[in-house]
């Protein structure tokens, strides 16, 4: 069973930045696309971002497409999420999600999922 542990939310005020990590227990970490999602209250899940297992290939929920980043390092088994120009709309509790495959371009195929990280942004 792969565990996926995220950290790094918090408050912060509208404008700021914020980067977020997941860290997996997987022993095939470098063989998994990965994803960082996110859900509101009162809201469903949205796809915030996707990274390829290598790292060459990344995707965007619309919402987030020039303020975020996802990053990765295979070495210390860890998926980033750098978001800046925060939004008072980007508040939210954000998962991190690992697929099987190498390559996932969007919100469907994953197979594990984080318990969540709290981002508050205040106006």
């Known amino acids: 069973q792969v565990q996926l542990v995220e950290s790094g939310g918090g408050l912060v005020q509208a404008g700021g930045?914020?980067?977020?990590?997941?860290?997996?227990?997987?022993?095939?970490?470098?063989?998994?696309?990965?994803?960082?999602?996110?859900?509101?209250?009162?809201?469903?899940?949205?796809?915030?971002?996707?990274?390829?297992?290598?790292?060459?290939?990344?995707?965007?929920?619309?919402?987030?497409?020039?303020?975020?980043?996802?990053?990765?390092?295979n070495a210390k088994n860890t998926v980033y999420l750098q978001m800046n120009s925060l939004k008072p709309e980007d508040t939210a509790v954000y998962y991190c999600a690992a697929a099987t495959s190498t390559w996932v371009p969007g919100p469907s195929g994953y197979d594990y999922w984080g318990q969540g990280t709290q981002v508050t942004v205040s106006s």
């Open 17 to 73: 930045s914020l980067r977020l990590s997941c860290r997996s227990s997987a022993r095939t970490f470098r063989s998994n696309s990965m994803g960082w999602f996110r859900q509101a209250p009162g809201k469903e899940r949205d796809f915030v971002s996707t990274i390829s297992a290598s790292g060459s290939t990344t995707n965007y929920g619309d919402s987030v497409k020039g303020r975020f980043t996802i990053s990765r390092d």
